[in-house]
């Protein structure tokens, strides 16, 4: 209890608490640097990432997150607009606040301004069936630093990615009602020490 959170100032949080509630796990809304306290992991939901990083930063949530993560004590799971947050490059948007933890450039909208949304069943290492993704306005990975691994793939591009205790997916693992990457994010991040 009490030791995941969910960045709550904008997008899908509330379907990442309700999978976490699945699990048993009531999770902590964080809205400001203190709401981390005693969390060991983090996720960062889907929305808009311009408008997360702005909150974010306004609320001295990237230096706060940026500062747990470099000195280990908190796993970091961005999906889709928290994938971007997490990226060190987003193409084309230098400007946008981002934390920059994950050496990976993220490409926004890559699948077209147009595609707002489309489903695939991905194989996903570690899961021993495939997941159903659901892609919305997602973005893609497009260059990996070296100790970037990929855990899923579509079309031979990386949609879903870790560098140790941070993970990145494109896709929505919140909207499907498959609890499976939720619960192995849960026990990344019961490895974090206390
Ligand atoms: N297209 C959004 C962005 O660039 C992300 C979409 C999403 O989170 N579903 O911020």
């Given amino acids: 209890e009490g030791v995941i959170g969910v960045l709550a100032l904008q997008g899908d949080f509330r379907e ?88 990976v450039a993220v490409e926004r909208n890559a699948f077209g301004r147009q595609v707002e949304s489309f489903e695939e069943d991905l194989w996903v290492k570690g899961l021993e069936a495939p997941f159903h993704a659901v892609f919305i306005r997602a973005p893609l990975f497009v260059r990996l630093g070296a100790g970037v691994e990929v855990l899923a793939e579509y079309a031979g591009r990386p949609v879903f990615v870790r560098q140790g205790r941070v993970w990145a997916s494109s896709f929505h693992p919140e909207l499907t009602g498959d609890l499976r990457i939720h619960r192995n994010f849960l026990e990344l991040a019961q490895e974090v020490a206390g």
Wanted: net charge positive; with cysteine; proline share 3%.
């Fill in 16 to 103: 990442h608490k309700e999978a976490l509630r699945r699990l048993g796990v009531e999770a902590k809304e964080v809205r400001k640097a203190k709401d981390l306290e005693g969390l060991k992991g983090l996720i960062v939901p889907g929305g808009e990432s311009t408008t997360i990083g702005k909150l974010a930063r306004e609320y001295g949530l990237e230096e706060a997150v940026r500062r747990r993560v470099e000195e280990g004590s908190l796993a970091l799971f961005g999906t889709c607009a928290g994938a971007i947050w997490l990226a060190k490059e987003i193409l084309g948007y230098p400007e946008q606040p981002r934390l920059g933890v994950l050496d």
